[in-house]
């Protein structure tokens, strides 16, 4: 085979079981967002949601909500989303509070 791959060469198994093997702990799963502070639990992929008046951009917005994150005493989602400018239309991506968010 190319590359130097010999069937029967390496008898340490397959990459997964030599990870498990390694010692090495998995990475832990974040914290849970409490319910009804957002649109998405943590760990759920990239959601639809509204961005509703964020620092800059009054109105409500269309966005993706991709992380939450614990900061300030509250719940804060991490988000893309896209605002009418002076020069054309801007992607944003920031922190925001979790009561500025709403599901679509």
Known sequence: MAGGMHPGRWSGGTLGERAQRSGADPPQPPPSAPAGTGPHPVGSRGRHCWVHDPPGAP??????????????????????????GPQGVVLVEAWVPAALLEQR
């Open 59 to 84: 109105g409500v917005w269309p966005g993706l909500l991709v992380e939450w994150r614990q900061a300030d005493g509250g719940w804060h989602g991490r988000v893309s989303y896209a605002v009418a």
